[in-house]
């Protein structure tokens, strides 16, 4: 997870310009403010599920979710988890899944503040939190508006020569409203509801060398109710949602809406053994510029934890679910974590895991018309990964972890042209294996506080299967999936004052899948400074200055998508 002040540098920014930044996840951008969808460990972005105070909200059609419209300014904590979990988190989580929370705190009285960014490009982002709570009751609204006119210079690869134009039909803007509600109904109970309300508005920034006027708008109702009942040993939680998407691109509207309904059960059996049990049902409903249907889900799970010695912790996972009238047989999980050296500084923990996981084809894979396919398969995969963590801690404060993973992914869903149109089936296989590192380290000297972080990962996720024996992609690695990618940061404090530079790396990507066309690799630092303790009285005013794109770096995350140069961004908050 990450911290609240890692969350902070990027207030006003969206969920895939922070995962982009610092975590090893690949977000594939098709321009400032455009469509960025996620790639962990080289799968798919229907391959990620992404989750909001426990609701799924991937949209049902698509498969995946628009991080490019999910603002860290609606949320509290991001969390992501890597692999293994589809047993725990259910379809989609093939690759890895995000999760967002808000959270209630209580008696803390009133507090409230105001942060306005503005940034190069037309930037001008607002944001207004406040909130109030006593020992039993806690509200708190969050409204937010982030716009950018993106009238940025590149350097056109679409028109002969190249030349330097600047970016038109890139504007956005989006707005919301988060509003968070928690009663302490007694010692032993509490209700909480949670409601996000978000609609952008965006002109769909064409590719170099064209000059298309596209528009799309974008309304989310995100709904949740969570009713808590505590025990000694024991927590009983029933949870009821809404997630209602509409989108409206060009004059094609598009609209789902799930509804869900789930409880679980956690209990601590005795001081070796804990259960996690539960099941949920999700009901969808798609109305579709070229379809209409329903879906139906139920899905049952089972999490055994259990410490046989001090140091050595195992994990039993199982899911069912049954969707419209098929019914998929126990997705199951197991995990083993080993603290097999330690002493009074020092920590060497052993992590492995195995696992089977599912996904259910969307929608639009099974309906769409023409060309939807509903008989297809759900994709399926087994993995397993193994790691190592060493922990050190005194004056130097240092963590390192390194995990190899290895996955195939068989069912693999593609379209491919039938005649006129273009229909999806089961085809393609794909193996998936790499290493994940991930290392910081913290010192305080005097007054100095220094801190770094880093990540680095190798991804190969080639076709062990295509269409026919002459299929080009086969061996191959997938088509914008980089093998290599980097992050890192370091950050200086002293007397509340602090600066931070950092970079993340892409490798080369390809643009097909015979490989003809490779996009080049790119890095790009950022430097930012903040002095969070500027008072005037009893109203804190933090300020922070960042500069993105340090070395006015000329890129493209995807082929002919323009991305900005050097851009800088002013933060001024006022917390009451």
């Keep these: 997870s990450f911290s609240k002040a890692e969350q902070n540098n990027y207030l006003g920014r969206s969920l895939g310009d922070l995962l982009q ?32 105070n426990g609701l799924p909200i991937n949209s049902p059609s698509l498969g995946q979710s628009d991080l490019s419209i999910l603002p860290i300014a609606g949320v509290d904590q991001v969390a992501i988890h890597f692999g293994n979990g589809g047993a725990l988190f259910g379809n989609e989580a093939i690759g890895g899944s995000i999760h967002l929370n808000t959270k209630a705190s209580f008696a803390k009285g009133f507090h409230g503040d105001f942060t306005q960014k503005i940034g190069s490009f037309g930037q001008f982002n607002s944001t207004v939190k406040a909130g109030f709570s006593t020992g039993k009751f806690s509200t708190e609204t969050r409204i937010y508006r982030e716009s950018a006119e993106n009238n940025f210079t590149y350097k056109d690869l679409g028109q002969a020569g190249t030349p330097e134009v600047r970016a038109e039909n890139s504007a956005f803007q989006q707005s919301g409203i988060v509003q968070d509600l928690a009663w302490n109904l007694n010692p032993s109970s509490q209700l909480k509801a949670s409601l996000w309300y978000n609609q952008a508005d965006r002109e769909i920034q064409p590719v170099m060398g064209s000059s298309t006027n596209d528009t ?3 309304e989310s109702v995100r709904l949740a109710v969570d009713y808590f009942h505590f025990w000694k040993k024991s927590i009983l939680n029933l949870k009821t949602g809404l997630i209602r998407d509409n989108q409206v691109f060009n004059q094609s509207k598009n609209t789902t809406l799930q509804y869900l309904l789930s409880g679980d059960w956690d209990a601590t059996l005795s001081s070796k053994w804990n259960l996690k049990t539960g099941i949920r049902f999700n009901f969808i409903q798609g109305d579709l510029s070229t379809y209409k249907a329903t879906d139906q889900r139920i899905e049952t799970y089972q999490s055994l934890r259990f410490e046989p010695l001090e140091k050595v ?31 009074t500084s020092n920590q060497l923990s052993l992590k492995a895991s195995l696992a089977k996981r599912i996904k259910v084809p969307t929608l639009n894979d099974r309906f769409w018309e023409p060309g939807g396919n509903p008989d297809l398969l759900p994709e399926r995969s087994k993995s397993g990964e193994i790691g190592l963590n060493w922990i050190k801690t005194g004056k130097l404060n240092l963590e390192n972890s390194l995990t190899y993973y290895r996955m195939n992914v068989d069912n693999w869903i593609i379209w491919l042209p039938k005649g006129s149109f273009w229909s999806p089936e089961n085809i393609r296989e794909v193996q998936n294996q790499g290493l994940e590192y991930q290392g910081q380290v913290s010192k305080a000297t005097g007054a100095w506080n220094i801190r770094a972080n880093w990540s680095y990962t190798w991804s190969r996720a080639i076709s062990t299967k295509g269409i026919g024996e002459n299929d080009p992609s086969i061996g191959r690695q997938l088509p914008y999936t980089p093998e290599h990618q980097a992050n890192g940061r370091i950050t200086l404090g002293k007397n509340d004052f602090s600066a931070f530079l950092g970079t993340f790396f892409v490798g080369q990507r390809r643009v097909t899948t015979d490989g003809q066309r490779i996009m080049p690799t ?55």
């Design 21 to 52: 930044e610092t975590s090893p996840i690949f977000i594939r951008q098709y321009g400032a403010g455009m469509l960025a969808s996620p790639s962990f460990r080289g799968t798919s972005a229907g391959h990620t599920a992404v989750f909001w």
């Design 216 to 218: 799309q708008k974008d």
């Design 313 to 343: 912790r195992l994990s039993i996972n199982l899911r069912q679910l049954a969707y419209l009238n098929q019914f998929e047989p126990f997705i199951p999980s197991l995990g083993v974590d080993w603290d097999f050296w330690k002493n």
């Design 522 to 576: 790119y890095q790009l630092f950022n430097l930012g400074f903040s002095y969070p303790k500027l008072n005037w009285g009893s109203v804190n005013l933090p300020i922070s200055f960042q500069i993105n794109n340090l070395f006015n770096t000329d890129y493209q995350v995807l082929y002919l998508r323009a991305m900005p140069g050097r851009s800088y961004h002013f933060t001024i908050s006022i917390q009451l």
